[in-house]
């Protein structure tokens, strides 16, 4: 997960509200306490942590209970929109025809930001397109050409041509038929006179639409020196922030970007090329927190599934047989790795924390799986309750797998119906709060 460390802080500190059995000053204040340490150990700017913490104390002290919410549900809200305001806004990159220039310091993971950048558009349904204008680093144009290749995306380079200007003048003619051109520019170790003036020239000829500074996520609170000193080059539409997953000063850069007048636009999430998310603040938060991300889970399953292959309203009341999870887990499988997804879903916060081992199911296991449930008569895939150990036995012998396969099964899915069973609520019903929050 992005940021899991700090995730699981917050995550943490809220549990102080939902167990605390009255809300007043003293519970305030130890939430706030957690929560400002989570965030200065995930290097966000000491101001801007005090800022917050000052209006989540005020305004939760001083501000009525909104009707239809207790005064638990009234502070969380107040904490999830006090860290969505240190985030500022997102950049928001269209859906239609466009240009696009990357720009950012050599190492940043400009390349492999822009590789992910293309399958982003693709996935949308658009046809895109890179040019690598980057001939000062050495492989460039091979990496850039190799990971276009995989996507079946169109590239346009020219090796061995240290005319950066002079390649892209030529490559916007050769794919000027595509949707969405991308432009990989030249990084260095710092914002030198010949970055700048190259840039200038690009910019020039290329008269971009979106110009996007990729930021690697560990570089901290320093990110808003060099988002200031890029805008005030070429000036910057939004920010791409890369490596998040890998780093545990990502709160730095995030919040840093903020300060400045840019925005971020996308974040890196890991190392496949399906791993760069539109960056929405509330969406992001809400993850952090453990809300999930309902939106996001829909739109990947657009993507990537038809529309009756995920019972998104099973999933969410928490219905559970063998056959359902089964089926769910066939078809999240389909969407990517079982983290990711489940991180999606409204799990992990207040109280309901999803075990590591929910998230180890391969392919493998998969099929494993499904060979026992074949054993399995209907009424026990309908209620596995009924499964003691005779009935083991004469499962493993009918299925060709050991009794421990079948227990592992069992144990699993035992796992994952405590694990939904946080969707239903209890006494905190997290799918009520996200729509109190209109999530």
């Not at 209970?65 to 502070?75: D, I, K, L, T």
């Not at 269209?94 to 693709?122: C, E, H, N, V």
């Not at 309750?385 to 899915?413: N, Q, T």
């Amino acid at each position: 997960m992005v940021m899991e460390k700090l995730g699981n802080s917050l995550q943490d500190a809220l549990k102080k509200l939902v167990k605390s059995g009255r809300i007043d000053e003293h519970t305030v204040n130890e939430v706030v306490k957690d929560i400002q340490r989570a965030m200065l150990q995930a290097d966000v700017n000491v101001k801007l942590v005090m800022t917050m913490s000052n209006h989540i104390k005020e305004r939760a002290m001083k501000e009525d209970v909104p009707s239809g919410m207790n005064p638990r549900e009234h502070v969380i809200r107040i904490v999830y929109q006090e860290l969505i305001n240190i985030i500022g806004k997102g950049t928001d990159i269209p859906l239609k025809p466009q240009k696009i220039m990357m720009i950012g310091l050599q190492g940043s993971g400009k390349t492999t930001t822009t590789s992910k950048l293309a399958r982003y558009f693709q996935r949308k349904g658009l046809r895109p397109a890179v040019i690598c204008a980057d001939t000062f680093r050495p492989g460039a144009y091979q990496q850039l050409n190799t990971l276009c290749g995989k996507l079946n995306v169109t590239f346009y380079g020219e090796e061995g041509n240290p005319d950066a200007v002079g390649i892209v003048e030529r490559g916007l003619k050769e794919v000027e038929k595509y949707d969405v051109i991308i432009i990989d520019t030249a990084g260095r170790h710092s914002l030198e006179k010949d970055l700048i003036e190259e840039m200038e020239q690009i910019h020039a000829i290329a008269h971009p639409d979106y110009k996007l500074l990729v930021l690697d996520g560990a570089i901290g609170q320093q990110a808003s020196e060099q988002a200031r000193a890029f805008n005030d080059s070429i000036g910057i539409s939004g920010v791409v922030i890369s490596k998040l997953d890998g780093t545990a000063k990502g709160g730095g850069a995030i919040s840093a970007v903020s300060e400045t007048n840019s925005s971020i636009a996308f974040i890196g999430v890991g190392e496949t090329p399906e791993d760069l998310e539109k960056f929405e603040p509330d969406r992001f938060i809400s993850k952090l927190l453990g809300m999930g991300d309902i939106k996001g889970l829909i739109e990947k399953a657009q993507e990537n599934l038809k529309e009756e292959e995920l019972d998104m309203e099973a999933m969410m009341r928490g219905r559970f047989t063998l056959k359902d999870m089964y089926k769910q887990l066939e078809t999240l499988n389909k969407m990517g790795p079982m983290k990711q997804i489940m991180q999606m879903l409204p799990l992990g916060g207040m109280g309901v924390k999803v075990p590591e081992e929910a998230y180890q199911v391969t392919g493998e296991k998969l099929t494993r799986y499904r060979v026992v449930m074949d054993s399995m008569t209907e009424e026990e895939m309908l209620n596995p309750r009924l499964i003691g150990s005779a009935r083991i036995k004469r499962i493993s012998i009918g299925s060709g797998c050991s009794p421990e396969d079948v227990r592992e099964l069992l144990k699993y899915y035992k796992t994952m119906q405590n694990t939904m069973k946080g969707l239903r609520g209890g006494k905190f019903n997290m799918q009520k709060m996200m729509k109190k929050f209109g999530m």
